[in-house]
């Protein structure tokens, strides 16, 4: 086994090289740590790069009265203030310096007239706040921390002689087990590279998670096949905690046809700038889903909907602008009841509603995307959208401040991975400006550990590597198994289909039978072939991470008996007070996954004097509000 | 409305290989890499490709199909005829690690040669930038790093010696793009272009810019306005002298 194992020491692990990882790497580096940087793909591909409309921060550029204190509040909305309060505080006090940050870095965001960086609207936030390079700001925050990552190389390289000597990125490497010390605390990592197959071994007192998402335990999503729940998984396996799993965001407009792009993302803007929804009768059937919470701040007739688009100030929005999850619901709904598209979706139309010049001017990106990826152009014809799986709010249950996961020493979590930021649903905007935040929370508190931490570094037992080596193996030894690509296949189907955008008791307890029987035919999987680069082989080690995921997800959602956000139960369609004030928390448990209420803290008085008490209480029980302090000075007076 | 499709894969690694030969479902709509997918789970599940995004954004799926550099996510299906026979071969101007997937490490090792932004003298925050000014320079920011451009630029490709010398059209917009940022501190872009990158062994004839899946207009926004600062800087007598008599920053 020796000679087939790398071995290197560092300070802190990084695993994962999105928006989170890179800026956790710049911080450990910054406090002088030697760092790695693990990259399940290529340096500069993550998943980041695909985020559209911006970063959202209160600088204030675009409208002076935007301050961190109504960031916090829309956040906290957004959320249905299920939110860690301490982390939607420090985001939104932290977002702009974060932003600012990366300019010294060389980036290149937008600008107002003044020459300052310019910020757009997004649905949720009340002021424009969104940081921006047209439609590609993922792409420039990537590049950019990556940039930055290649020029804290060279200074290295000056200084030592050896661009690698403090921070070494490690490209297409893949996690596969935490390494820790008989007491639990982090001692390394173990994985394989991709290009050989040859494991690596990692020795460090530090790890950083910041691995993303699970979007590929669903059959439709707009995530990317590095979205496996990997840091999830290892959290938990490692006996570390994962929150507010129930929560899942689809986002109403994914491409649903052809089949190569389905669960690409069809931006908001389409329906900010006249794209109407449409079923198969030909009819705008939004206006049959204005829930009661919001009756009266919507259109209820196509004439004043479409009156809204040049006069806001004097008619209502149209309904087809109601927030994220009720527009998923909607058209699940008109699928459902057979008035959907031909592939299963419903039609997205701007095409009959504005000219093509206007359409062409003001969506550039997305015609480009339907005219290459489909064929279709959307100036003469409808899209078929549907719902896409596109975010998990739930992640590893992390202290606020230094990003610390619950339960192991030496184990951190920023990002998509992490939990509690975002509540039961993110705003859009917000998860480029969390990437920073607690990316460079993660750093510092993980460089802050190590330091600490002095000589009395933690040590793994050599049977705790074998037995990770001989995991990361056990595909190829089994004969006469299944095929790994087609397990996966049908956990996609059965989460789409029974812990999807709607959700049942009844069909949860049927996800919950699939997934017991898939995780023991998980136990028999054959993969052809040898360990270079073999995607056979990766498929059937994601999988393990896609079912513990998988479970927690449905575990968590049979428990939680009401809907909110992200999660919405047919048979308890309301928002409960009780609920508000309770996370659910996953842990593992042998090969299982045991999920228990706890208590969410009390929000200061500070924060809560920012809410007026009849927005209050639509969220606190009668208890909590009594013990609510009298605001010393009324609010602002914008809350709707 | 499915068919089924002739495909040869080039099958191997550093030590050789072959086209294999498939016969692989195609149903409307699809595109190449939802092929080689289709391959991977039903016939070759060690079928080694690169992918990411599936979306033409990541810029990971780069390989050539009957012979051109392209993204295999973006190669539509309906672009062959259903009986043409259509051939996916890795990325030629890069060493093949297995199958599909190259050694691209020769770009990330030109990128670290490129001295990095140099922040202006201030406080973050405090950047005043121009919408117009930072234009050009968000051209070239568009670049998804497919190393489409790298693949075909006939200066790599054709001549394995090159690569020490020449950086490739991709990290000559990088130089272009640093060189046109409003606030970048260096002076000395288009030097390091000519000096370190070999700006000068290109000869513009825009095989780049074809294949260019974000169509970054590499060579006449970046390489000749880069070609043209310098030679004005280094040929230009007026120039000379203007830097010689202190007119002119070095």
Not at chain 1, 72 to 100: I, Y
Not at chain 2, 16 to 34: A, P
């Amino acid at each position: 086994m020796a000679a087939d194992l790398e071995h290197f020491e560092y300070d802190v692990v990084i695993v994962g090289a999105g928006g989170a990882g890179l800026r956790a790497a710049i911080a450990a580096r910054e406090a002088g740590l030697r760092t790695a940087i693990i990259c399940k793909s290529l340096f500069g591909k993550a998943h980041t790069v695909m985020a559209e409309g911006g970063i959202a921060a209160s600088m204030g550029n675009v409208n002076s009265n935007d301050s961190w204190q109504v960031h916090f509040r829309d956040t906290m909305r957004g959320g249905k203030f299920l939110n860690s309060w301490r982390m939607a505080e420090l985001h939104a006090k932290e977002a702009p310096d974060r932003v600012w940050e990366l300019e010294t870095y060389g980036a290149l965001f937008d600008r107002t007239p003044d020459g300052r960086i310019s910020q757009r609207n997004f649905g949720g936030h009340e002021y424009p706040r969104l940081a921006h390079v047209g439609d590609r700001t993922g792409l420039e925050l990537i590049r950019t921390l990556q940039q930055k990552i290649v020029s804290l190389q060279q200074d290295d390289e000056r200084e030592t002689g050896d661009p690698e000597s403090r921070l070494k990125v490690f490209a297409e490497v893949t996690i596969t087990d935490l390494l820790q010390d008989p007491s639990g605390a982090i001692a390394g990592a173990f994985g394989y590279w991709r290009e050989s197959g040859r494991f690596v071994r990692f020795n460090a007192p530090a790890v950083v998670l910041a691995t993303g998402g699970i979007g590929k335990s669903f059959k439709v999503t707009s995530n990317s096949w590095e979205y496996t729940g990997d840091g999830h998984a290892l959290a938990l396996r490692a006996g570390s905690t994962l929150v507010n799993m129930e929560f899942i965001q689809f986002h109403p407009t994914g491409m649903v046809w052809p089949p190569s792009v389905k669960g690409i993302l069809v931006t908001e803007s389409v329906r900010g700038d006249g794209g109407v929804l449409k079923n198969s009768e030909g009819k705008r059937f939004m206006f049959d889903y204005v829930p009661d919470v919001f009756r009266g701040q919507y259109a209820e007739t196509e004439e004043e909907g479409d009156r809204w688009y040049t006069d806001p100030d004097t008619n209502k929005r149209p309904p087809e602008l109601l927030p994220r999850d009720e527009v998923a619901r909607a058209i699940n709904s008109e699928v459902k009841a057979g008035r959907g598209s031909p592939h299963g979706g419903v039609f997205l139309d701007i095409a009959s509603r504005r000219p093509p010049e206007e359409i062409l001017k003001k969506l550039p990106s997305m015609h480009h995307q339907f005219k290459e990826l489909a064929d279709v152009d959307i100036t003469k014809e409808a899209m078929e959208v549907g719902p896409t799986c596109h975010y998990v709010m739930g992640g590893v249950e992390v202290d606020p401040d230094t990003a610390a996961a619950a339960g192991v020493p030496g184990l951190f979590a920023a990002g998509e991975v992490s939990g509690g930021m975002h509540g039961s649903n993110r705003l859009g905007g917000n998860s480029l400006s969390d990437l920073l935040v607690f990316g460079a929370r993660a750093g510092t508190g993980a460089a802050a550990y190590v330091l600490a931490l002095g000589d009395r570094r933690p040590d793994v037992d050599q049977a705790v590597v074998d037995a990770a080596a001989a995991a990361a193996l056990a595909p190829f030894e089994e004969e006469g198994g299944e095929n790994p690509y087609t397990l996966h296949q049908e956990m996609q189907q059965t989460m789409n289909d029974l812990v999807g955008i709607i959700r049942t008791a009844a069909e949860i307890e049927r996800a919950l039978e699939r997934l017991e029987d898939l995780k023991a035919r998980a136990e028999h999987l054959t993969v052809e072939g040898h360990r270079q680069f073999n995607p056979g082989w990766h498929l059937a080690l994601d999988l393990r991470n896609m079912l513990a995921v998988s479970e927690c997800v449905a575990r968590a959602a049979l428990l939680r008996q009401e809907s909110r956000g992200g999660h919405t139960r047919d048979d308890y369609p309301t928002m409960d007070p009780h609920w508000r004030g309770r996370n659910l928390i996953c842990s593992a448990d042998g090969d299982g996954i045991v999920v228990r209420e706890q208590p969410m803290p009390s929000m200061r008085g500070d924060l809560l004097a920012l809410f007026d008490t009849g927005e209050l209480a639509k969220y606190l029980t009668p208890d909590e509000l009594a013990a609510v302090p009298a605001p010393a000075t009324p609010t602002d007076g914008s809350g709707s | 409305m499915s068919y089924d499709a002739r495909f040869r894969v080039w099958r191997g690694d550093a030590d050789g290989g072959e086209l294999v030969d498939y016969t692989v479902e195609v149903n409307e709509g699809e595109v190449v890499l939802d092929i080689i997918h289709r391959l991977q789970a039903t016939q070759s599940g060690d079928l080694a490709v690169r992918w990411n995004c599936k979306a033409g954004k990541c810029g990971s799926c780069s390989a050539e199909v009957n012979g051109m550099p392209r993204l295999l996510c973006m190669t539509r299906m309906s672009t062959f005829t259903e009986t043409e026979t259509v051939t996916v071969t890795p990325l030629r101007a890069f060493p093949v690690i297995r199958d599909l997937v190259t050694d691209v490490s020769f770009n990330y090792a030109k990128a670290r040669q490129i001295p990095a932004f140099a922040p202006p003298d201030l406080a973050p925050g405090e950047y005043r930038m121009q919408q117009v000014d930072v234009e050009r320079s968000q051209e070239f920011r568009k670049c998804i790093e497919c190393f489409l451009c790298q693949d075909t630029c006939h200066v790599v490709r054709d001549h394995e010696s090159n690569k020490e010398a020449f950086a490739g059209p991709r990290f000559l917009i990088r130089a272009a793009e640093l060189d046109m940022h409003p606030l970048d501190a260096r002076e000395d872009r288009a030097d390091f272009a000519r000096d370190e990158q070999g700006i000068g062994m290109c000869n513009i004839t825009k095989c780049c810019t074809e294949v260019c899946p974000e169509h970054i207009k590499i060579t006449d926004n970046a390489i000749i306005p880069m070609k043209e600062r310098v030679v004005g800087r280094h040929y230009d007598p007026l120039v000379w002298l203007g830097t010689k008599i202190g007119l002119r920053k070095r």
